[in-house]
C-alpha cells in the first residue's frame, strides 16, 4: 500500500510539472501589439464551426467606436509567437489570452477545402508577405498602412469565410460588407489594398480562357484535318495568361502543343489522331500561385476554448495552378477527285460528250464519267491511291485519244485537276464497185456521200479499177447512195451507212451491181395454120453450149427465157407435140444493152400419116379390084368418109397425107372378083409420129364358081354330094322304122 501510495504521488508530481511546463509555454504566445480602427456599426452573420456539420448562422452586431472601449474593436492585429496572426472565426471574441497553442482547430477543419485554398492564397497575397513591404513592427503603433494592411487582408479572410466572395472567382459576388464597414475617407490606403489583394488572388488563379481548373469542367476542343493530313486546332486565350502556362502531351508521341502569344495550336499527326476518337484530356501547369492550405497556414487555437482560433502565413506551400483541357478527333477517311477539263485543240472551247474512265491501280474499271456541257467530267470520292484514266469515246468528228494517264491521290493532293484537248480527226471512204456474179471491176458506177444532216458533201465515179476515193472527210457519219450505174447494170438505190471515226482512217467499202437482164421469146405455130402450138419443148444454151434451161410452150404457144445476161446463147427444139415435125435445128441468139429482148416465130410442120393396105388371097397372091372405104372420127361413134380406093394389080390400096393424132377406120365395101367380102373392119386406130405409116394385110376367101379348065373337075363335088344324099337317106329311113314301131 505504501509503494502504491509513494508511486501515485511520483505521477502527480510528474503530471504537474508537465502542466507547469505547458503554462510555461503558452505563456510564451502573447499578443504583440493592438491597434484599434473604427468604424460604423456592422451586422453580419456569426458562424458556430464548433461541430462538423453546417455552420450554424446568427446575426452579430459589432460597434467599434472609440468610445466603447478597446473590448469592440473590430480589426485586432495579433501576433502569435512572433507571426502576424488573422482572425478565422469571425463573431468569436478576440482577447490577449496567452492560452494559444499551435494546431488546426475544429473550425479550420470543418471549413471548405476551397475556403482554406482561398484563406491560404489571401494570406499569401496580403499582408505581410514581400509583396506588400516589410513586416509589420512590434511596437509602432503609429503605422496606420500597416494597419490598414492588416485590415484588409483581414476583411478577404472574413469575405471567404462568410460566403461573401467565392473561392472560385475571387472578384465575384459584388460588395463585402467587411469593407462596406470601414470609413475609406479616413482611411484611403485601406480601399486600395483590398482591391489589390483581390486582384492579385484572381490572377494568381487565372487559367486560359478556353481551359478549366478541373478535368470535369473543362469543354472539348475538335482537331480537324487539316491541308497536309495531320489534325489540328486554334483557341486564343482571351485571359491573357496563356505564356504563363506550359501544355503538354500525355498520351505518346504525336500530339504537338504550339504557344504563340495568346493563341495555342494543337497539332496531331493521322497516326496519332486514330487515338483520340474518344475525349483526352491534358493539362497544363501555371507558373503562378497556386497555394496548398496545409503547408501555407499555421493555425493557433485557445485552449480554453473562450477565444477566435488565428491563422498565419508560414511562407511555403507554393503548387503551380493547373488548367485542364480535352481534346478529340473524329478520323476521316481522305478522300479525292479528280475533274478532267476537256477542250477543243484548236478552238479551245469547252468539249461537251467526252466519256473517260476510271481504273484502279490493278487496271480494273472503277466507273466512266463524260463530260457535259463545261467540259468537265468529274469522278469524285475517291480513297488515297493510284489510279489512271482514259477516253474510250468521243463527239462525232473528234480523234479519241485513247492514252492512259496515271495519276496518285494523296493528302497533300487530294483534288486533281487534268486538261486534255481533243482534235478533229480526218478519214476517207474507199468504194470497190465489182459485177455481182463475176466479181470484176465496174467503170462508170457514181456515187454521192452525205453527212448526218443530209447534205450533200462529195460526188463522184469509179474509175477503170472500179475504185472511187473521197478523202479529207471529219470523222463522223455519212450516208452514200449511187446515183448511176455502170453501163449495162442495173442502178443500186440502197443507201448505205459510213462511220468514220478513227483519224487516217479509210473505210473500206465493197458495193456490187447485177447486169441488166434480157430474156428471148419463142412463139411456135402450125406451119399451115398458124395457129399456135403448146406443149412444145426447146432447150437453152450459153455460148459453151452448156446447157442453161428447158421450157415448154404455154396455150399461147410462147415460152420465155428471161434473166438472161447480156451474151451469145442459142436454142433448139428438143420435144414436140403428135402430129408435127421434131424441129431439131440449133438457132443463135445474142442479147446486148441495146437489145436485150428477143422475140422470134418458129414452126412446126404437121407430120402426114400413110395408111396401105396389100390385099392377097390364101396363097398370098395380090388380089386387085378390092374397094377399100377409109373413115374418120372425133369421138369413135360418128364416122366421116374420107375416100375409096380400089386395090391395083399389086393388091395395093394407100391413102398419103392423114392427119397424125386422127382416128381412122377402113372397111371393105366391093370383094375382088371370086372372094368373099370382108364384113370387118380391116383397121380402126390413131395415127402418131411413132408410128405414123400403117400397113395392113388383108387374106380374101375364093367364093362358088365353076372350076376353069384343067382344072380339078367336078368329081370331088359329086362324091361329096354323093356321101351327103346317102348320109340324109340313111337317117330319114331310120327315123321312119323308129316311128313304125312307135
Known amino acids: 500500500m505504501k509503494v502504491f501510495k509513494s508511486m501515485t504521488a511520483l505521477i502527480l508530481a510528474l503530471v504537474m510539472a508537465a502542466m507547469l511546463a505547458v503554462s510555461a509555454y503558452a505563456a510564451t504566445v502573447v499578443v504583440k501589439y493592438k491597434v484599434y480602427v473604427y468604424t460604423s456599426q456592422l451586422t453580419f452573420k456569426q458562424y458556430d464551426y464548433s461541430s462538423s456539420t453546417t455552420p450554424s448562422t446568427r446575426n452579430l452586431t459589432i460597434l467599434a467606436d472609440s468610445s466603447l472601449g478597446s473590448g469592440s474593436a473590430l480589426y485586432h492585429v495579433k501576433y502569435v509567437n512572433g507571426a502576424l496572426a488573422y ?3 469571425p463573431g468569436v471574441r478576440s482577447d490577449d489570452s496567452s492560452n494559444y497553442v499551435q494546431g488546426s482547430s475544429g473550425c479550420w477543419y470543418n471549413l471548405p477545402v476551397s475556403v482554406q485554398s482561398g484563406i491560404a492564397l489571401a494570406l499569401a497575397c496580403g499582408y505581410p508577405s514581400a509583396e506588400y513591404g516589410t513586416a509589420y513592427g512590434d511596437s509602432n503603433s503609429s503605422d496606420i498602412i500597416g494597419a490598414e494592411k492588416w485590415a484588409a487582408t483581414q476583411a478577404v479572410i472574413w469575405d471567404l469565410i462568410c460566403e461573401y466572395r467565392s473561392p472560385y472567382d475571387y472578384r465575384s459576388w459584388g460588395s463585402s460588407p467587411f469593407y462596406n464597414c470601414v470609413d475609406t475617407s479616413r482611411y484611403p490606403t485601406f480601399a486600395l489594398w483590398y482591391s489589390e489583394i483581390v ?37 486564343t486565350d482571351t485571359n491573357d495568361v496563356l505564356s504563363d502556362f506550359n501544355f503538354s502531351s500525355n498520351s505518346g ?15 496531331a499527326t493521322a497516326e496519332a489522331a486514330k487515338g483520340l476518337t474518344s475525349e483526352k484530356t491534358y493539362s497544363a501547369t501555371g507558373s503562378a500561385y497556386g497555394i496548398d492550405p496545409d503547408e501555407a497556414v499555421l493555425c493557433w487555437y485557445d485552449s480554453t476554448g473562450k477565444y477566435q482560433s488565428l491563422a498565419s502565413y508560414t511562407g511555403t506551400g507554393l503548387d503551380p495552378v493547373r488548367a485542364y483541357i480535352k481534346i478529340k478527333v473524329t478520323v476521316t477517311e481522305d478522300k479525292g477527285s479528280l475533274t478532267i477539263n476537256k477542250t477543243d485543240a484548236d478552238t479551245g472551247k469547252a468539249l461537251a460528250g467526252v466519256t473517260y474512265r476510271l481504273y484502279d491501280s490493278a487496271g480494273n474499271k472503277i466507273a466512266d464519267a463524260t463530260t457535259g456541257a463545261n467540259g468537265k467530267a468529274v469522278f469524285s470520292d475517291l480513297p488515297l491511291g493510284s489510279y489512271s484514266y482514259q477516253e474510250i469515246s468521243a463527239p462525232e468528228g473528234y480523234v479519241v485519244d485513247d492514252t492512259k494517264y496515271p495519276i496518285t491521290i494523296t493528302a497533300s493532293a487530294l483534288d486533281i485537276t487534268a ?42 465515179y469509179t474509175d477503170a479499177n472500179g475504185k472511187l476515193t473521197f478523202t479529207g472527210l471529219k470523222l463522223g457519219s455519212y450516208t452514200c447512195k449511187e446515183f448511176q450505174a455502170p453501163t449495162g447494170y442495173e442502178l443500186d438505190e440502197t443507201a448505205f451507212p459510213v462511220t468514220l471515226n478513227q483519224n487516217g482512217q479509210v473505210l473500206k467499202v465493197a458495193r456490187e451491181n447485177k447486169l441488166i437482164t434480157g430474156s428471148i421469146e419463142i412463139l411456135k405455130v402450125d406451119a399451115d395454120t398458124k395457129k399456135p402450138l403448146a406443149g412444145v419443148t426447146y432447150r437453152l444454151f450459153d455460148s459453151e453450149g452448156n446447157k442453161i434451161a428447158d421450157g415448154t410452150t404455154d396455150a399461147n404457144g410462147k415460152v420465155t427465157f428471161d434473166n438472161l445476161k447480156p451474151g451469145s446463147y442459142s436454142y433448139q427444139e428438143i420435144n414436140t407435140v403428135d402430129g408435127y415435125q421434131l424441129d431439131e435445128t440449133k438457132y443463135d441468139f ?29 396363097t398370098g397372091s395380090p388380089l386387085v379390084g378390092a374397094e ?20 391395083d394389080k399389086a393388091g395395093i390400096a394407100q391413102w398419103d397425107d392423114l392427119k397424125i393424132g386422127a382416128q381412122y377406120r377402113i372397111t371393105e365395101v366391093k370383094a375382088p372378083a371370086g372372094y368373099t367380102l370382108m364384113t370387118e373392119p380391116l383397121f380402126t386406130g390413131v395415127l402418131d409420129n411413132t408410128n405414123p405409116d400403117v400397113t395392113i394385110t388383108a387374106c380374101n376367101s375364093a367364093g362358088f364358081v365353076l372350076p376353069f379348065t384343067g382344072g380339078t373337075g367336078f368329081a370331088p363335088y359329086i362324091l361329096f354330094a354323093a356321101l351327103a344324099l346317102t348320109t340324109s337317106v340313111y337317117f330319114c329311113k331310120k327315123s321312119y322304122i323308129n316311128e313304125e314301131k312307135n
Open 590 to 618: 445474142s442479147l446486148t444493152s441495146e437489145n436485150l429482148n428477143v422475140k422470134v416465130t418458129r414452126e412446126n410442120k404437121p407430120v402426114k400419116g400413110c395408111l396401105t393396105v396389100c390385099k392377097v388371097d390364101v
Open 87 to 89: 482572425c478565422i472565426q
Open 199 to 235: 486582384d492579385a488572388m484572381q490572377s494568381a488563379t487565372d487559367i486560359p480562357s478556353f481551359a478549366a481548373t478541373s478535368s470535369r469542367w473543362c469543354d472539348t476542343i475538335e482537331l480537324t484535318k487539316d491541308a497536309s493530313g495531320n489534325y489540328s486546332a486554334s483557341v
Open 253 to 267: 508521341n504525336g500530339i504537338t502543343f504550339t504557344q504563340r502569344g495568346n493563341t495555342l495550336t494543337i497539332t
Open 628 to 647: 377399100l372405104l377409109l373413115e374418120t372420127s372425133t369421138d369413135g361413134q360418128t364416122w366421116t368418109a374420107v375416100g375409096k380406093i380400089t386395090t
Open 419 to 460: 486538261t486534255r484537248t481533243n482534235a478533229l480527226g480526218k478519214a476517207g471512204v474507199e468504194i470497190s464497185k465489182v459485177d455481182a456474179d463475176s466479181n470484176i471491176p465496174l467503170q462508170g458506177a457514181g456515187f454521192r456521200l452525205y453527212d448526218a444532216s443530209g447534205s450533200q458533201v462529195a460526188e463522184g
